[in-house]
């Protein structure tokens, strides 16, 4: 059960029940936080029933073309990111690591719409993300190797999503220096330990705010994702 509860933790079931609790113990308290920092996030339910059917019939295509349901952003992170775009409107965004979630952040990045960095340090993932943002009708501008970003030294973002599994710590940190001041930060893969407290770390010495989304966006494999803002 605590497989389930805490994917990836490794040692003795009593360690990993131990850690179950306090995580879920820590969601709660940080959900609270949030809905006090943050109101207009800090929802679940009704978010999912208008944005979910919006999403599905292009999760579909994804995990069905492009990667399975256990290697995509799950459609509760999806619906979480789609709402805060519609509600903070970023005018500047940073996606270290491609995958479902940048179609979701093209969705209205039209004439007008804001203006989004997409890296991956995965050649092979950002071919197949730029095929199937072609196939969906998206913009496919932007899209580049994460060597490729760093090169360009553009800054101040107002929104930074990121994969936690995707990349090292040393280049997460390199990303949050790019982060406007009263910037967000989503970072998804939040479920895994380790990944975790090495973001969690890198925040604090940042100096910046972070709740566990564990409470709103924790799906059917135990994945999450970590707010943060600066």
């Known amino acids: 059960m605590w497989r389930v509860l805490t994917p990836g933790v490794a040692g003795p079931p009593r ?27 800090a929802r679940s339910a009704h978010v999912r029933e208008r944005v979910f059917p919006a999403l599905l019939p ?9 990667a399975p349901p256990a290697q995509s952003m799950s459609l509760e992170v999806a619906a979480f990111l789609a709402d805060l775009c519609e509600r903070r409107a970023p005018q500047r965004v ?26 991956d340090d995965d050649p092979e993932r950002l071919a197949r993300t730029r095929a199937f943002l072609a196939a969906e009708g998206l913009a496919t501008e932007r899209l580049v190797s994460f060597r490729e970003f760093l090169a360009t030294r553009e800054t101040s973002f107002d929104l930074v999503v990121h994969e936690l599994a995707t990349t090292a710590g040393a280049a997460l940190a ?3 220096e790019r982060v406007a001041p009263g910037g967000l930060v989503l970072l998804d893969g939040a479920q895994d330990p380790t990944a975790e407290r090495t973001a969690r770390r890198l925040l604090i010495s940042l100096g910046a705010e972070q709740w566990s ?16 803002r600066f």
Not at 58 to 66: A, E
Request: include cysteine.
């Open 174 to 176: 390199v990303v949050l």
């Open 15 to 41: 360690g990993r029940a131990v850690e179950a609790v306090r995580r879920a113990m820590e969601s709660r308290l940080d959900a609270q936080r949030l809905r006090d920092a943050l109101p207009e996030l």
């Open 213 to 228: 989304l564990r409470a709103l966006t924790r799906d059917c494999y135990g994945r999450h994702a970590l707010l943060a």
């Open 94 to 119: 940073l996606e270290l690591g491609t995958g479902f979630g940048t179609s979701v952040l093209r969705r209205g990045s039209g004439a007008g719409g804001p203006e989004i960095w997409s890296a």
């Open 58 to 66: 292009s999760y579909r295509r994804f995990v069905s073309r492009v």
